[in-house]
C-alpha cells in the first residue's frame, strides 16, 4: 500500500528564493489537500483540488503561494519569493470522493527560511 | 464547523487506559467526530470516526453521548509509543472539503 508522499522532505532556502514540493497522492484518490503547519499549532488548511479543479483556497494562500494539480494525480505547491514567515510543515493529504470521505496525510514537507 | 475544545496536554503511565474528552456544544446534525494522532515532524494519522453511541476499532474506542455536545477518546493500556498529540474535529467530513484542526492534546505516556 503506497500511501501519500511528499518531496522533498526538507528544504533550507534563503529568504527571496522560490521553493516548490510535490506531494503524489493515493493513487485512486480524487481530492488533494495541502495544509501548512508551525510549530504547537494543528495543521491549517490552504487550498483543495477535486481532480485538476482547485475548488477551494485560503485566505492564508497570498499571492506568493500556487497550487497545480495538472493532471488531476500529482500536485506540486510553489512559493515564490519566500519569507521567514513561510518556515513551516507543508503538509498534502488526499482522499477519495464518495467514500468516507477520511484525509489521509503524507509525512509533510518542512521547510525552512532563513 | 463546530468548534472543539480539548485538553491542551495529558500525563499516563504505561498500561493505563487514556480518556481525551473533547467539548462540540455546537455540533450540527450532518457533523461527524473525528479523531487524528500526529507524532513530531510526522503528518496526522487517522484514528477513528463516529456519529453517535461507541464507535471500536483495532487502536481506539469513541463515544458520544445521546446530546452528542462532547466526545471520548479512549485508548486502551497506552504505551510509550502513544505520546503524540491528538485532536479532534467535527465536521461533515463524509461530504469532502477542508479539516479544521485545533491545537490538539499532547498525551505524554511515562514508562
Known amino acids: 500500500d503506497t500511501g501519500v508522499s511528499q518531496d522533498p522532505r526538507h528544504k533550507i532556502t534563503k529568504r527571496g528564493q522560490n521553493v516548490t514540493f510535490r506531494c503524489d497522492p493515493i493513487?485512486?484518490?480524487?481530492?488533494l489537500y495541502w495544509y501548512r503547519q508551525t510549530l504547537g499549532q494543528g495543521p491549517e488548511f490552504l487550498t483543495y483540488?477535486?481532480?485538476?479543479?482547485?475548488?477551494?483556497k485560503s485566505r492564508l494562500l497570498s499571492d506568493r503561494f500556487s497550487a497545480e494539480r495538472p493532471k488531476g494525480s500529482f500536485s506540486t505547491l510553489e512559493i515564490q519569493r519566500t519569507e521567514q514567515g513561510d518556515s513551516a510543515m507543508y503538509l498534502c493529504?488526499?482522499?477519495?470522493?464518495?467514500?468516507?470521505?477520511?484525509?489521509?496525510f503524507g509525512p509533510g514537507t518542512r521547510l525552512l527560511v532563513l | 464547523l463546530a468548534k472543539t475544545t480539548q485538553p491542551i496536554s495529558m500525563d499516563s503511565y504505561e498500561g493505563q487506559e487514556v480518556n481525551i474528552t473533547c467539548s462540540h456544544n455546537?455540533?450540527?446534525?450532518?457533523?461527524?467526530i473525528t479523531w487524528y494522532q500526529q507524532f513530531p515532524s510526522q503528518g496526522p494519522r487517522f484514528i477513528i470516526q463516529?456519529?453517535?453511541t461507541k464507535v471500536t476499532n483495532e487502536v481506539a474506542s469513541l463515544f458520544i453521548p445521546a446530546d452528542r455536545k462532547s466526545s471520548t477518546l479512549s485508548l486502551p493500556r497506552v504505551s510509550l509509543s502513544d505520546t503524540a498529540v491528538y485532536y479532534c474535529?467535527?465536521?461533515?467530513?463524509?461530504?469532502?472539503?477542508?479539516?479544521?484542526f485545533g491545537q490538539g492534546t499532547e498525551l505524554s505516556v511515562k514508562p
Open positions: 474535529l467535527v465536521g461533515d467530513y463524509n461530504q469532502g472539503g477542508k479539516l479544521i
Open positions: 483540488f477535486q481532480n485538476e479543479a482547485q475548488l477551494e
Open positions: 493529504a488526499s482522499s477519495l470522493v464518495g467514500g468516507k470521505e477520511t484525509q489521509y
Open positions: 455546537n455540533i450540527a446534525t450532518n457533523d461527524y
Open positions: 463516529g456519529y453517535k
Open positions: 493513487s485512486e484518490h480524487n481530492r
